[in-house]
């Protein structure tokens, strides 16, 4: 037993150099492209996938002459770049709490996908999407339904500023609009978090 332990220990020490040589490869790879281009490229050119969780903060018109809600939650997204283009694919899921009076909660749920385009290098990388997909919204009102479901549509971006090669710090503010009970609701959407590309 102790020696399979010391082979695997070897081995993880095998795989952990032969990363990094391959890590340095590519970084000098990297910076002989950029100085082709007339400038350093990020590391994170090379990272396709993009995970990000943000706080978020709605105000949401519920469209029927009631007070707007303010509404707080988390908005987790998850991207994927198509080779080294601007252009990926992107899914987020947004869940928000909060009142439209004193006494009645509303908890709504967004889920949407659809295009992604950003900036990959630099210190600072503007990005924007348009999505398209469902929206659940409930109330704990003793009249009326109890929920309704709707379509989302959502428009909008920011700018993520990287932290190091694989962390990036996001601003984000987006407008998007829902069709409950026949009414159109609209929605500004802003957030702040951490994404994570690899």
């Known amino acids: 037993m102790r020696k399979l332990g010391i082979l695997c220990a070897a081995i993880l020490c095998m795989v952990g150099t032969v990363s990094a040589q ?15 281009m007339g400038g350093t490229r990020s590391s994170t050119l090379n990272a396709p996938w993009e995970v990000g969780m943000n706080f978020t903060y709605q105000r949401y018109d519920i469209g029927t002459g009631k007070a707007n809600s303010n509404l707080y939650g988390i908005q987790s997204s998850v991207s994927r770049y198509i080779g080294d283009s601007m252009f990926g694919i992107e899914g987020t899921t947004t869940v928000t709490f909060g009142h439209f009076t004193p006494n009645d909660r509303e908890q709504l ?12 290098t630099g210190k600072i990388q503007p990005w924007g999407h348009v999505l398209a997909g469902g929206s659940h919204d409930r109330f704990n009102q003793t009249t009326g339904p109890a929920s309704f479901n709707s379509l989302a549509f959502i428009g909008g971006g920011g700018v993520d500023w990287q932290l190091r090669s694989h962390f990036t710090w996001r601003f984000e503010a987006d407008y998007f609009t829902t069709r409950f009970g026949g009414v159109w609701q609209q929605a500004i959407n802003a957030g702040t978090g951490l994404v994570i590309n690899f």
Do not use: E, P
């Not at 391959?22 to 082709?36: H, R, W, Y």
């Open 22 to 36: 391959n890590n340095t490869n590519l970084s000098v790879t990297t910076a002989a492209d950029g100085a082709q």
């Open 109 to 120: 749920i967004t889920y949407a996908g659809g295009l992604h385009v950003g900036k990959r």
